[in-house]
């Protein structure tokens, strides 16, 4: 079908924005492969989770695609090589975000030669059992390239309880400026629909179906071309409208399925991916690449040339700029898309796997000014896609009344800024609802940890008073067994201690000749008859 006959789903989520769009910098730019620089910083935190932990040092040398870094526990990847060089230092280095922090980093000065380690393609993937794929796939260090960074080989493993019939990749991009996924969708279709069915083979769907945005009319037209030959898998296009291309609004626009609040896409028996992660799941599954590099889009006012490129990872977010032709007049450098994307404090911080854009707005562009109070006009509740009540959130985050905040479904908040940007008082909404969310966390944090300080010290207590009963229990029985022992010797019935003064009694009698029948028995404490001095005991 070709594209122009392609209907146009409309978006089925409420509310929702239009801005303007600043795609036309980059859209019509092929992707161009950045040069590998001379120095790449590779930060071993790329992905939602536990950050890897390296496993070089300073003076080895790697090759392009080996392991520097290996991942620690359930929710975490690799982090590799970008080329092959020898790793300068295992230290802190600015992050890309917006505390501008330092993070453990892994730098690797290039030896210029960007030799490749040894690799293993899987060219014919249905001859491996999908828990196989998963674990290729998180060996490659894959994560969700659309800026989530959610750790891929997971979302592939939806479990026995939710079987999965659609795979949708999301081809939305519907954040101004980005343009990366349209130019992937452009220049490497059949690509991208073979990771898909990867994808769809892991998950055990049935249908595989791409959505693109109807603003992007030649990659609906290159992906329909790509996937003629392939009947089971649909291309379709979707209302352009933000946020079209988060998750959960793209999957009821797709399949009328809505995801709950708080479930996963899964429970609606569908598993999303972003085209460039399809992509990356084609590299790593056929060519049996891992994740080294990835194409962004830089753009804004501030940047001389706008341009989608292909960066290894690690790449200093400067060379990437000067790649561009510098920037002048800088009034905020943002990570992502300007929605939903992390305003980074400079430019020595190093692209990774979730940098799917980098953004040099201009002061012009920027035109903030200063926030003024909420006038209560309810721009943020028509513009918001998940139903909720923006300016209250707002005023329960600013009074700190975080319980509360919470019987306003805070936490169906998928931040994309829809409300801050209709904002005639230029509010910074989204902080607050993320300030809010990270404050609710921390105190349930908290709360956990002195839950669990509270169940150790109670088992601890129990313990104690149980070892001192059985103690106590202890003490009884070799009591009891002792005087059984001494009944077995002869039982009078007389208390042991007193038998035993008896007994020594009458032998002194004896020595003495006194008839034991003119005896008796000593007091405890008294002496003897007859006078003695000597103490019973
Ligand atoms: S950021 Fe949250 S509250 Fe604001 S429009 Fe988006 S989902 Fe609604
Ligand atoms: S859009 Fe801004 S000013 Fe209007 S109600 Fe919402 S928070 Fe208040």
């Not at 009947?231 to 988060?246: D, F, T």
Request: proline residues 9%; contains cysteine; neutral net charge.
């Amino acid at each position: 079908m070709a594209e122009q006959d392609t209907p146009i789903l409309p978006a089925g989520f409420p509310g929702g924005i239009f801005p303007a769009e600043h795609k036309e910098a980059t859209a019509g730019l092929p992707i161009r492969r950045l040069p590998v620089p001379a120095v790449l910083r590779v930060p071993l935190k790329q992905h939602i989770g536990n950050p890897a932990v390296a496993t070089v040092q300073p003076g080895d040398r790697v090759c392009k695609g080996e392991v520097v870094g290996k991942p620690e526990g359930f929710v975490s990847v690799p982090v590799h090589a970008p080329t092959s060089g020898t790793v300068t230092a295992v230290d802190d280095y600015p992050a890309p975000h917006p505390s501008g922090l330092s993070a453990p980093t892994v730098t690797i000065e290039a030896d210029g030669a960007d030799q490749w380690t040894d690799l293993t393609p899987h060219p014919d993937f249905e001859d491996l059992r999908p828990a196989e794929i998963r674990s290729l796939v998180r060996q490659a260090g894959l994560v969700g390239l659309g800026g989530a960074g959610f750790p891929t080989f997971i979302k592939l493993n939806p479990g026995p309880d939710r079987p999965v019939d659609t795979v949708l990749l999301n081809g939305g991009e519907s954040e101004p400026y980005l343009t990366c996924d349209d130019r992937l969708m452009r220049e490497r279709p059949r690509e991208i629909l073979q990771g898909g069915s990867i994808i769809a083979y892991t998950v055990g769907a049935r249908r595989l179906v791409v959505a693109i945005e109807a603003n992007k009319p030649e990659a609906l037209s290159a992906m329909l071309g790509a996937a003629g030959g392939w009947p089971q898998i649909e291309v379709v296009a979707v209302e352009n409208r933000y946020p079209m291309g988060a998750e959960k609004q793209l999957i009821l626009s797709v399949t009328g399925r809505e995801v709950p609040s708080g479930r996963l896409p899964a429970d609606v028996g569908v598993v999303t991916q972003n085209v460039g992660t399809a992509y990356a799941v084609f590299r790593a599954l056929v060519h049996g690449e891992p994740l080294i590099e990835r194409v962004l889009t830089a753009s804004g006012g501030a940047l001389s040339a706008p341009a989608n490129l292909e960066v290894r990872i690690g790449t200093p977010i400067e060379e990437v700029a000067a790649a561009c032709g510098g920037y002048s007049d800088l009034g905020r450098l943002i990570m992502g898309g300007p929605l939903v994307g992390s305003a980074l404090h400079g430019t020595a911080p190093p692209v990774v796997k979730e940098t799917n854009g980098l953004i040099f707005q201009s002061r012009a562009e920027l035109a903030d000014g200063p926030a003024l109070p909420c006038i209560r006009c309810g721009a943020c509740v028509e513009a918001c896609p998940v139903h909720l009540m923006p300016n209250e959130m707002y005023n329960l985050a600013r009074s700190k009344e975080l319980e509360k905040i919470q019987d306003y479904d805070l936490f169906d908040c998928i931040e994309c800024g829809s409300c801050a940007y209709v904002c005639p008082s230029r509010l910074p909404l989204v902080h607050y609802y993320r300030f809010a969310k990270n404050e609710i966390q921390a105190k349930e944090r908290e709360k956990e940890k002195a839950d669990i300080a509270r169940r150790r010290t109670e088992a601890r207590e129990a313990r104690l008073q149980r070892e001192k009963q059985e103690r106590e229990a202890k003490r009884q029985a070799r009591k009891k067994h002792a005087r059984a022992a001494q009944a077995g010797e002869g039982d009078s019935g007389e208390d042991p201690r007193e038998e035993a003064a008896r007994k020594a009694a009458e032998k002194r009698r004896a020595r003495r000749g006194v008839p034991a029948e003119d005896s008796a028995a000593p007091p405890r404490n008294g002496t003897a008859a007859g006078g003695g001095s000597e103490p019973t005991r």
